[in-house]
């Protein structure tokens, strides 16, 4: 069987769809020889590089939510959990930015029981950008924690990171979705990208941070289209959100349930691919 790299993109909550990914690649037994992950994708990147499989993760993000089933008991045991949530963004108004992510990266580390990149089980790429330079940053090795923050450093959201000189920002300003970096690496590329469907105008201006996030949103997108067109995967995956932003993180049960159909056509091209293989 030939060898295969997972490249998950960027793309704040719509990220957890990687989380139905890794679940179907689960089912076929699937172990990638590498992962590159941008933003968000870094963050499940890592946890799936550790050898945490797609029900584990899945799991884990729904101890920390609200969900419309839950009982009265769940809800105040989960309650607990949400206000440790809160507590790991906290604000950053002196940087220009929202929120850090500080606390919430190393709530995922002590879960991992993980702190740097040769710990991992799987050769792992997380992708940043320097602000200055302009130009994409990989991290392969050493500490974690600077690598996933810098990696999902939203301008204007979270603030960024300065590491070895330099200044870095998400990923995603050069290059959401990161297959190219496991070209050389691996025989055939999967890669999920979670950027959102366009909507039709409404005609009406966007609050400041509609404006921003909508903004990275559009050059995320063609720049990912022109990167797959360059280069295209062996899978190519897009997951289609539809009316879900970046941070709208109360709406995790509808990016699972929009990402479920998508997921069909995972399985049907990786079962083609597979079949192609053995013949």
Request: hydrophobic share 40%; with cysteine.
């Amino acid at each position: 069987m030939k060898s295969i790299g997972i490249a998950l993109g960027g793309g704040g909550v719509r990220g957890l769809a990687h989380v139905l990914a890794i679940e179907v690649f689960d089912e076929f037994g699937l172990v990638p020889k590498a992962i590159a992950g941008t933003s968000m994708g870094s963050l499940i990147g890592a946890l799936y590089a550790s050898g945490i499989s797609g029900a584990e993760i899945r799991e884990g993000v729904r101890e920390h939510i609200i969900l419309k089933e839950d009982r009265f008991q769940e809800l105040r045991r989960k309650r607990r959990n949400l206000f440790q949530w809160l507590k790991f963004f906290r604000p950053v108004p002196t940087h220009g930015a929202v929120l850090s992510p500080d606390g919430f990266l190393r709530y995922l580390l002590d879960q991992l029981a993980v702190e740097t990149f040769e710990e991992l089980k799987i050769p792992f790429y997380a992708v940043a950008t320097d602000f200055e330079a302009r130009e994409r940053v990989v991290f392969e090795k050493g500490p974690l924690l600077p690598a996933l923050k810098a990696s999902m450093a939203i301008p204007g959201v979270f603030e960024p990171v300065v590491h070895e000189g330099r200044v870095l920002v998400d990923g995603g300003v050069v290059e959401n979705l990161p297959h190219s970096v496991l070209v050389g690496k691996c025989d055939a590329i999967i890669a999920i990208d979670v950027t959102p469907t366009r909507r039709p105008g409404t005609g009406e201006p966007p609050k400041m941070i509609d404006a921003l996030l909508g903004t990275f949103d559009t050059m995320t997108e063609r720049a990912t289209r022109e990167a797959v067109q360059k280069c295209p995967p062996a899978i190519y995956l897009q997951t289609n959100p539809d009316g879900i932003r970046i941070l709208d993180f109360d709406r995790i049960e509808d990016v699972y349930e929009q990402a479920a159909k998508p997921m069909d056509e995972l399985r049907r091209q990786l079962e083609a691919l597979l079949k192609n293989e053995s013949e």
